[in-house]
């Protein structure tokens, strides 16, 4: 059902059961699937991908070209998973030649006034609360929740199942499973509330939990805490996920606990 007020471009590849509500634009390459409501004075540009019944609400900017003075107008795009809700005036950035494309998975959230600009990665079932600002480049694992109005730096990863709190600077990488706070940004704990919500056993939290006390908590450096790691915990795909993620990291990971706050592991 679209409205007579909106434009659609003629190119545009829209599903039958879209719906486009007043004042909104739709550039070509331009593809959308069925069951998408679109609210009125939403701008998508060309190069957007938008998945099955999404709800995009006033105000969003869609595929816009990158803020990046590098981008030289090459062909890039942008994909939103199915049943993602994108709220007033969200802008999601079309990526550039390092990536060529920015990524929003399924069934997310993202509340008003979120950028999300090029190049990012974020997983499926996240959360980025209202007024989250994310810089270029920065990857969100599955699960994942950023408190409002805080900032990552770009290049920052953010591992599954993580919570960020709201305010926050994100400068270093945030590693699976855990709750960071404070400023600068440190490791606050296990996000067991979470992980219980998602079905995890208390079993698998305390195994979490102290893969956590030997990295944060153990006196040593990251190096030696992961060759403790894999020494005394039996594999399995959490503590895999956690030391590869912390061996992996390009800008390093976030402080550990200190008594300077209050753990909550």
């Known amino acids: 059902m679209n409205q007579p007020l909106a434009y659609i471009h003629p190119e545009a590849k829209i599903a039958q059961n879209v719906v486009v509500e007043p004042f909104t634009t739709i550039d070509k390459d331009v593809e ?3 069951g998408t409501w679109i609210g009125p ?6 190069g957007a991908r938008i998945g099955r019944n999404c709800k995009i609400f006033p105000g969003a900017v869609i595929a816009a070209m990158p803020q990046d003075l590098k981008f030289a107008g090459e062909k890039t795009t942008v994909h939103i998973g199915d049943n993602t809700v994108i709220r007033e005036c969200v802008t999601v950035n079309r990526g550039t030649v390092d990536r060529l494309r920015t990524v929003v998975g399924s ?8 950028h999300v600009a090029h190049d990012c990665l974020i997983g499926d079932n996240c959360v980025l609360a209202n007024g989250v600002q994310l810089a270029g480049h920065v990857e969100i694992g599955d699960h994942a929740i950023v408190g409002g109005t805080s900032a990552v730096h770009q290049f920052v990863k953010i591992g599954q199942h993580a919570m960020v709190s709201g305010g926050s ?3 270093k990488d945030v590693p699976p499973f ?7 940004l440190t490791y606050a704990g296990i996000n067991s509330i979470g992980l219980r919500r998602r079905g995890y056993s208390d079993q698998k939290i305390s195994e979490i939990q102290q893969l956590y006390r030997l990295l944060f908590l153990g006196g040593m450096n990251n190096n ?3 060759d403790k790691i894999e020494l005394e915990l039996a594999p399995s795909p959490e503590r895999d996920e956690v030391v590869n993620f912390v061996r992996n ?3 390093g990971i976030i402080k550990g606990y ?3 706050g209050n753990s909550a592991d």
């Not at 004075?41 to 060309?46: E, F, L, Y």
């Open 32 to 34: 959308i699937g069925e």
């Open 178 to 184: 855990v709750k960071a706070g404070r400023e600068p």
């Open 258 to 260: 200190s008594r300077g």
């Open 107 to 114: 069934n997310c959230l993202l509340m008003a006034y979120v």
């Open 249 to 251: 990291s390009g800008r």
């Open 224 to 226: 030696d805490a992961l």
């Open 169 to 171: 600077l994100v400068r």
């Open 41 to 46: 004075n939403v701008t998508i540009m060309a």
